[in-house]
């Protein structure tokens, strides 16, 4: 299933509780930028390739997060190659969990597709993020919803 989707921009503050994960483990506002990123690059990156609207969102995200290029080029690669790279992200950004999903989201539909590959992957890392599967079902039927209206208002 390939949906169309446009998210509105979102790039502010990601989280806002310095205290993120289990117990008092404190992840620094760096450390959660860059725990974004590498989410964002295995949603970007699901699907075996990255395309060019998915790469600027990542870049930009990778520039807040003060990580240089190479280091991006490395974990776009390891998201496009290997399937278990999300498995392996977060201590988790439990801080904000819907600014994250959304843009989680946005990285998934940059491209105009979201593939279910990239669903499936959205969907795990909300479980990580500990988001109620009946909110994921309820943003993911937004997204849907939207992406039909916009999509009938292109056809002629």
Not at 30 to 42: F, I
Not at 46 to 61: N, P, Y
Request: glycine share 4%.
């Amino acid at each position: 299933m390939i949906l169309h989707f446009n998210f509105s921009p979102l790039v502010g503050a990601l989280t806002r509780d310095p205290t993120i994960g289990r117990g008092d483990h404190t992840m620094s506002d760096a450390m959660r930028q860059v725990a974004v990123l590498r989410a964002a690059c295995c949603v970007a990156g699901v699907d075996g390739h990255t395309s060019a609207a998915e790469h600027r969102i990542v870049k930009r995200l990778a520039a807040e997060a003060g990580v240089g290029a190479a280091s991006l080029e490395a974990m776009i690669e390891r998201a496009e190659t290997d399937e278990e790279f999300y498995s392996e992200q977060f201590r988790v950004l439990k801080a904000d969990q819907k600014e994250t999903m959304q843009l989680l989201f946005r990285v998934a539909v940059a491209d105009v597709d979201l593939h279910q590959d990239e669903a499936f992957v959205l969907q795990r890392l909300s479980q990580r993020l500990e988001v109620s599967p009946a909110q994921y079902d309820k943003w993911l039927k937004q997204v849907i919803s939207f992406l039909k209206k916009k999509t009938a208002r292109r056809e002629p």
